[in-house]
């Protein structure tokens, strides 16, 4: 018998991950680029004992059956691993509201992998937590480094992973999430990636992914806000055009009023920029000097009902470990 | 000196009209296809006489630049024709607000040709009034003629007019304008088709349009509204999404609240669908004996300031005249 528990944080991408082509070991189409939030986080507690006779997942103090049987996959991947075939107790919880597009499920199965792969008595090294997690949840594979994070484009399963493209002592930027709704997203991600694909725009998309993600990463490694920004709006509202265009409109009144304030924000002299995930919520980026004007602005706002402020934070780590 | 009045009516497409293969002809990249609206109406006196010393131009009672500059423009095209030379009064008026995306232009260019070829004395066909109010604002073309109206796709101004498709009692559809603001649009539809062209979707969606042209009166042809609607859904949703990759985004959080309802309203099994113009306001198709269902769902609805209910339509027509 024994027993881990893990925290990772969820992540930004400011270059997004959407569609696969490959369905089964979540292979993205592109190569995409985030940064881990310091303040969404996901804790998991993995016991595995041959007492238990079945596995049982808990997520915020509830047992629902979709994500127990995402979980219980998950599981098995890492038994498999590990060759072993004791059934599991899964205790998570979330520091925010689950399935409204925060990428719950990014930070979930980065827990879930560390966790399981510790408390399974694996020894695994960083790229490996990245590849596993990765068959859980695409984006979870970019919680596992530290900081700003690169999932890499490959074509097979052992290359593609996630790594750390820069410390997140880096850049001093944040990420503000404005949480406009807490109520559940109406199309899961996991389907939002298989419909876009046959959409009549997906292809003349992909082409460009490769360059966005150089872009993106240059921009960085040079601290260029402004020009950063902007990509990361373009590329924030290409997501949501390619959803549109498929017939899924993930934005909201509440989030399409906020990023129209945005650019007259920053025509008011506020240098701040919206992205967004698969979800409604808007995240804005503004460099920490700024932070206390955006937090304002929001603040005036009734569409907005919470409002997280992150730093580019470390990636999932084990905290506590029992082996009996 | 003589003077003459004409009546215009906006109309709704359903198949679009966006970016120009002739930027100076208003060449439209594709054919497109409407439907006259009854209610959405420019009624235009144009007056030549030899005693003004220059071209006045009052719309809804103002005079504005910008408008001014395009209908002398107009009238010049008109007096190029008619081989006179007098200067102009025009005088102009909407039953409705003006440059919110009701398409304005498409039923004051339409009035406006009507009524300045009237008075400066033109004998010309419908598809010679239909090619000279397309060079004063591209859709004005389609509101010449009656009912449902194609405007046909073609390489030179000669052969680029609109014409009925099928007469206004051909089909009982009712297109119910939900007025959401009356904001003027940030981005003028013009500048607009300009700016689409250099979007990274745009060619995509250009090479589908003769087929959904196609289909389009198909549908209109054998009054199959659930399959003509979801066609005019994808068009309406493709016209933003291809603004949105430009950039632009005309939906407000209004029209977002307004479109996110109309499939819900289905469910409940009320047959209506949405199309979009240019601009922010919502407009409901449905058959006649739903629209008092569909009314009373919009009166409830803050966001909507104003409804107005439209019969397929005449096109532009002269009311008055006077020759002296």
């Not at 997690?133 to 695409?138: D, H, I, L, P």
Request: some cysteine; proline content about 3%.
């Amino acid at each position: 018998m024994s027993k881990a528990t893990a925290i990772a944080p969820t992540n930004i991408a400011f270059i997004k991950y959407m569609g696969r082509k490959d369905e089964a070991l979540r292979l993205p189409e592109n190569a995409s680029v985030s940064m881990n939030l310091s303040n969404l986080l996901t804790t998991t507690t993995v016991e595995f004992s041959q007492t238990f006779r079945k596995d049982t997942v808990t997520i915020n103090n509830e047992e629902r059956e979709v994500e127990t049987v995402r979980v219980i996959k998950h599981l098995d991947r890492i038994r498999k691993l590990a060759k072993i075939n004791d059934r599991a107790k899964v205790v998570s919880s979330n520091n925010f509201p689950t399935g409204t597009g925060l990428s719950s499920s990014s930070s979930g199965f980065a827990a879930l992998t560390v966790a399981g792969a510790k408390a399974a008595g694996l020894d695994l090294s960083e790229r490996e937590l990245s590849i596993l997690a990765r068959q859980g949840s695409g984006s979870a594979s970019r919680s596992i480094p530290d900081g700003f994070v690169e999932w890499v484009d490959a074509d097979s399963s052992e290359e593609s992973y996630a790594k750390t493209i820069f410390p997140a002592d880096h850049w001093d930027i944040l990420d503000v999430v404005a949480i406009v709704s807490t109520g559940r997203k109406a199309v899961k991600s996991s389907t939002a990636h298989q419909s876009v694909a046959s959409g009549p725009y997906y292809r003349a998309r992909i082409d460009r992914m490769a360059q966005k993600v150089q872009r993106c990463k240059k921009l960085i490694a040079a601290k260029d806000f402004p020009s950063f920004g902007a990509l990361c709006e373009e590329e924030a509202l290409d997501l949501h055009v390619i959803f549109m265009s498929a017939g899924i409109i993930y934005l909201t009144s509440q989030s399409l009023e906020l990023i129209k304030l945005v650019p007259l924000w920053r025509n008011e002299g506020l240098p701040v920029y919206f992205t967004l995930n698969t979800g409604q919520d808007v995240h804005l980026l503004c460099e920490q000097q700024h932070v206390t004007a955006v937090q304002k602005k929001l603040k005036r706002l009734e569409c907005v009902r919470e409002v997280i402020v992150n730093e580019p934070a470390r990636g999932a780590r084990v905290t506590g470990e029992q082996l009996f």
